[in-house]
């Protein structure tokens, strides 16, 4: 027994001194003291038994099961010396459908956030392993094979091309390509952010075809963004950047036949006098089904409220309906269409019950089957083993903090869980569905990634991240631990988070840094580890301060309902939850209700700045990074789809956006922008401080020359944090 105490002791006391070891913003964003380390996305061959890796220069297959190097695929140097034009360095590439040709990809230039453009290199596996420039004609974007392997298509200054591997001719598909005019084969820039794709062209099945996407931009207003590198006169980069209610690019579908050289019009139903006008629908997704000869076209209405799935003719452009959906606010757009090989049914992914479920349905547009049904949603869609009959799925059933991985028969039984540790669960299946790599992790234990074959037997342990377990003892981290909270309306409670400080004392009174994101469909509050902020929130509970996050209504992975009922009023919920929660927290014995800060980023930042403002008796300190501060400045796709356009909701905008209560601020305030931010525009933080100005408010800002939304590179994130942390020990 005296044992045990002592045990104990000495425990507590080696605690103790441990926690005096401080963790400091240096360790984090210069020294990168405590990032685990992740194990990158696995390019899955077919066999299904090996994967290939990049590691410096090379292409390296291993053995799945075993993890041994099985060969070098491609390797740089060694093709440096049969033709000495190749570049140093290799940053992606693609194998062909028979995996007889490789695609590398060099001197990537970022263009936003999902767009860049590269040289292209072609190998041939049984010719020596040369590689072959793909194209003169300047740097390309989006280079992919056709399914046989024989030809490559990609896009140069917004025309679309294809190469033929044989003859090394390249064929030139589209002509009218111009900058901030008109863009063939890839998405403009608010389809790419909000519809989340770049590439916008398709090889057919056979080959024979390529269907994409003409973007004509002419009556899109411009946005010009300024950039300081040194020069006598800034630089100036303009693009076009469709806000609220302004004009969208006019989309049109259109189809090449290789064969023919021919290219002929989709016919989507607005090309007819008095049915809809062209910028007031979209085309979120284009795939071809089993079919070499039929599109399928994903359609929807500007509100994005209603949804129609076509079949196109590939041969004539002629289109049917196959799907329709309608929704009283509005419909998510994913990548879960999933054509069967049997040609007969397709997988379609809905919210039509209240919860995201995942469905048969024949290729009459008929559902045949829930394969998923319940008081929970499936948050994610992993693909169809039609071998084995089995559908792929990761779901939030147990909570909406857990994530796990489940298989469900596509006749609709056998629903079985895959991962039993409660927790955040993220799979990728190899190509034959045998095996899978589940990255693990919880809110108090760093990623884990483990490969199991589908009986739930561990094959092998990739990464354990043991160094951060070490890191959390060294420096007395503190756990993460859930609670619910109030939210404004008395019948619902929110989920939270909250990471007390080393050696909590609840006869003190601590203050409370509350962190925000809130947007729809999101989850700050989830039980999985926080990379970077984790650290710093363990910093300030290091420095005496109660961290807390609280997902708001309008939050995600608890039903449609709750995450949709913030339409049109977006941000007044959201608001009104945080300040509730502010409020709970202020009334509990270990918390100085006059010392409640706040900090959120991007929608976040939005939430922050509402905060300080609508809260202003009930927070002392806000930090909005990027923030919105009215949507109108902000993108049609995203602020449409959940507020419609100001016309049509004059009161939603006015009663939710920041510039107008500026004159309410009574605490502290710090404003950050990246000067570059393509996404939530300068104008943003420009205008807040103009408010402020005129409203005679104090306030701090932070302004960042050439960085974007993420405002990253260099010392950039060190500074930011550097300063955050100052403010908050200056304010709080």
């Not at 979120?284 to 079949?311: C, F, G, V, Y």
């Not at 469905?359 to 045949?368: C, F």
């Amino acid at each position: 027994m005296k044992y045990s105490i002592l045990l104990i002791l000495a425990g507590f006391l080696s605690n103790i001194s441990l926690a005096q070891e401080k963790i400091t913003v240096e360790d984090i964003w210069r020294d990168y003291k405590f990032f685990g380390k992740s194990v990158a996305g696995f390019n899955f061959q077919k066999d299904g038994k090996h994967y290939t890796k990049l590691e410096d220069g090379k292409i390296v297959q291993y053995d799945f099961a075993t993890g041994e190097q099985s060969a070098v695929l491609f390797d740089i140097e060694a093709a440096k010396k049969l033709n000495a034009g190749l570049p140093k360095s290799i940053d992606g590439y693609a194998f062909s459908d028979d995996e007889q040709k490789i695609l590398i990809k060099t001197n990537t230039e970022a263009i936003y956030r999902r767009s860049t453009k590269a040289n292209f290199y072609v190998i041939e596996m049984g010719l020596g392993k040369t590689a072959v420039g793909l194209s003169a004609l300047g740097k390309q974007q989006y280079a992919t094979f056709s399914p046989d392997g024989s030809k490559v298509a990609y896009v140069v200054d917004n025309d679309l091309y294809y190469k033929d591997l044989k003859s090394k001719a390249e064929y030139r598909i589209t002509r009218d390509g111009r900058k901030n005019k008109i863009i063939n084969g890839s998405a403009d820039w608010v389809y790419e952010e909000e519809f989340a794709f770049a590439k916008a062209f398709h090889w057919s099945p056979d080959g024979n075809k390529i269907a994409f996407m003409k973007f004509d931009e002419s009556r899109v207003k411009e946005f010009t963004m300024t950039n300081f590198r040194d020069g006598v006169y800034p630089e100036y980069e303009t693009f076009k950047y469709p806000k609220v209610g302004e004009d969208n690019a006019i989309v049109t579908l259109h189809v090449h036949d290789v064969p023919s050289q021919k290219t002929i019009l989709v016919k989507t139903d607005y090309e007819k006098p008095g049915l809809e006008a062209a910028e007031q629908i979209y085309f979120p997704r284009i795939t071809w089904t089993q079919d070499a000869n039929q599109l399928a076209i994903t359609k929807m209405n500007r509100h994005q409220s209603e949804l129609r799935l076509l079949l196109a003719d590939a041969t004539t452009g002629t289109t049917t309906t196959l799907l329709n959906e309608s929704n009283k606010y509005y419909i998510d757009v994913t990548d879960n269409l999933t054509f069967l090989k049997n040609g007969k049914e397709f997988i379609w992914t809905s919210e039509k019950s209240g919860f995201n479920h995942i469905y048969v349905y024949n290729m009459k547009g008929k559902e045949v089957r829930a394969l998923t049904s319940g008081n929970y949603d499936v948050t994610s869609f992993y693909g169809v083993d039609e071998v084995k009959g089995k559908v792929f799925y990761q779901a939030a059933k147990v909570s909406p903090l857990n994530r796990e991985v489940y298989s469900v028969e596509l006749k609709g039984k056998g629903d079985v869980r895959l991962t039993p540790e409660d927790g955040t669960n993220r799979a990728q299946f190899n190509s034959t569905f045998d095996y899978y790599v589940n990255t693990y992790s919880n809110a108090n234990k760093a990623a884990t990634y483990n490969v199991y074959d589908l009986s739930g037997k561990l094959v092998r342990s990739l990464e354990d991240n043991a160094a951060v377990a070490v890191n959390q003892s060294t420096y007395g981290t503190s756990p993460v631990e859930f609670m619910q909270v109030p939210s404004a309306d008395p019948s619902v409670q929110l989920n939270a988070y909250m990471i007390k400080p080393f050696n909590f004392d609840p006869t003190k009174k601590y203050p409370v840094f509350m962190y925000v994101y809130g947007g729809p469909g999101s989850q700050t509050v989830q039980n999985s580890f926080g990379g970077a902020n984790y650290w710093w929130f363990q910093m300030l509970a290091q420095e005496g301060y109660i961290v807390v996050s609280v997902d708001n209504r309008g939050t995600g992975a608890r039903g449609e309902e709750f995450k949709k009922m913030t339409y049109l009023q977006m941000g007044k919920y959201e608001t009104e939850d945080q300040i509730s929660a502010a409020k709970y927290l202020g009334n509990q014995d270990y918390v100085d209700e006059s010392r409640i800060g706040i900090f959120g980023w991007s929608y976040g930042g939005y939430m922050s700045s509402l905060c300080i403002l609508k809260g202003a008796d009930v927070f002392k300190s806000a930090i909005a990074v990027a923030p919105v501060t009215n949507w109108k400045w902000y993108d049609s796709i995203y602020t449409e789809r959940y507020m419609r356009t100001l016309k049509e909701n004059e009161d939603g905008y006015a009663d939710n956006s920041p510039v107008y209560f500026a004159d309410q601020l009574k605490g502290s305030y710090l404003l950050v922008h990246g000067m570059a931010d393509d996404n939530v525009h300068f104008q943003n933080a420009a205008e807040m401080s103009k408010a402020l100005i005129e409203a005679n408010k104090q306030f701090d800002t932070y302004y960042y020359p050439n960085r974007n939304h993420g405002i990253y590179g260099g010392n950039t994130r060190l500074h930011l944090y550097t300063k955050m942390t100052d403010f908050i020990k200056e304010t709080l």
